[in-house]
């Protein structure tokens, strides 16, 4: 499927109600599943979050989580821990090319009994569960940030706890501190010095209704919009905080730097607002926060800027090689770029090539960042469906923000 956005302007003072961060439900989702007086709200409605949902209403021996990063390494944990069945925990072709290597060998260091149906390395698994007694782990820091979080979210359950030691540098620092935060909330006894996690038991839990933020990660894409509208171009976005969890909350902060003013209000309502046009080159390491990078590289694009962005080696095992398809994408539409491991360099330009096919390679971020750039030429988004992973409503939204949307 493409859907075709012929160029346009982006209709001011919409107000627009965004779903719960994919981040935060699934973690509540493994948390329920521990502590079943748990009760969540606001809960979001994307394919991965539901995935996880139907993997752990399934009863049966194996457990197809399609696409779904996340729930592939939540669940890898969670059914090391269940001591009532064993699974097979597979996924799409693409899920089988992801390593998981460095998260299994973290479990077997608890005795997890898990083995490789093919490739070593890779999914599927077969994952019989008995682990209880919990103690040490080691493992490098510059890790995707989930593999910890699998980790500490069934330290909660295990009768020694979790002592987990981080070697090097720690990758999206954030998302383990909001990993922390909902244990903490919880009632764990949690602690983090000098890259070593200490999770303790929770006997019970002190709170039992969460309600789940809405995401900053889809509400980048409308930075990016406003970005590249014109000064005083307005959008309102419900329900968000000033003190998030999410460690893509950093975005109101560097789309500062691009032209973007961002107004927290009583009714956690943000506001945000084209305050003046940037002629400047963009730079930022984004070790933290590596899921923004493919919006900022295209508002850069889009902007007429230079763009320096480092940090971001993780990209590489996401749902594609996010580096590669930004570098493949961005130069269809006339950019000069390039990209090494964990960086990418992206030279001011002034042209913009037209009615270029944006291909996403079965990654959500690709078609969620790019389709933007309709405001300065005419796109198509090729596998625009895949959106729905993590942003279900967006071609709707971006409808009611004036784009002209049309499948082909």
């Known amino acids: 499927m493409k859907v ?77 821990l269940c001591t009532t069945r064993e699974v097979v925990l597979t996924g799409s072709s693409r899920m089988q090319e992801r390593p998981i290597g460095v998260l299994v060998e973290a479990l077997r260091q608890l005795n997890a009994e898990i083995t490789y149906v093919n490739k070593e390395g890779f999914p599927p698994l077969k994952i019989k569960g008995h682990l209880s007694e919990g103690g040490k782990i080691t493992l490098p820091a510059n890790v995707s940030s989930q593999y910890i979080t699998a980790l500490l979210l069934i330290g909660t359950k295990l009768e020694k706890g979790m002592e987990l030691h981080l ?26 010095e000098d890259n070593v996690i200490h999770v303790y038991p929770i006997e019970q839990i002190v709170e039992t209704n969460f309600v789940v933020e809405s995401d900053w990660s889809s509400a980048s894409y409308f930075y990016s919009m406003i970005a590249l509208s014109e000064i005083g171009t307005k959008i309102q976005l419900s329900s968000y905080k000033e003190e998030s969890l999410q460690g893509d909350s950093k975005v109101a902060l560097l789309y500062e730097q691009l032209g973007v003013n961002t107004s927290y209000k009583a009714d956690a309502t943000i506001e945000l607002t084209k305050v003046k046009h940037v002629n400047t080159a963009f ?69 913009i090539r037209s009615n270029i096919s944006i291909d996403t390679y079965q990654d959500h971020r690709m ?42």
């Open 283 to 351: 730079e930022a390491n984004l070790i933290e926060t590596p899921d923004l990078a493919q919006t900022i590289a295209v508002t850069c694009f889009g902007l007429g800027i230079d763009c320096r962005m480092s940090g971001l080696h993780t990209l590489k095992i996401k749902e594609t090689d996010r580096l590669l398809a930004l570098k493949t994408e961005l130069s269809k539409l006339g950019a000069t770029i390039s990209v090494d491991d964990e960086s990418l360099t992206l030279e001011a330009s002034k042209e």
């Open 167 to 192: 070697i090097g540098e720690v990758t999206s620092r954030p998302y383990i501190e909001m990993t922390l935060q909902l244990l903490r909330k919880l009632g764990a006894k949690v602690f983090f």
């Open 4 to 80: 075709f956005l012929p160029q346009t302007q982006l209709a001011t003072n919409q107000h627009l109600f965004i779903s719960g961060s994919k981040s935060e439900s699934n973690r509540l989702l493994i948390l329920k599943q521990l502590f079943d007086k748990l009760q969540i709200g606001n809960l979001s409605d994307a394919d991965d979050v539901r995935a996880m949902e139907q993997a752990l209403e399934s009863k049966g021996e194996l457990v197809d989580i399609h696409h779904a990063g996340t729930t592939m390494r939540f669940l890898t944990a969670y059914y090391s």
């Open 367 to 408: 078609a969620l960042a790019f389709a933007p750039l309709v405001l300065k030429t005419n796109l198509m988004i090729n596998e625009a469906e895949v959106v729905t992973k993590s942003f279900i409503s967006y071609w709707d939204d971006l409808q009611k923000l004036g784009f002209q949307v049309q499948e082909q």
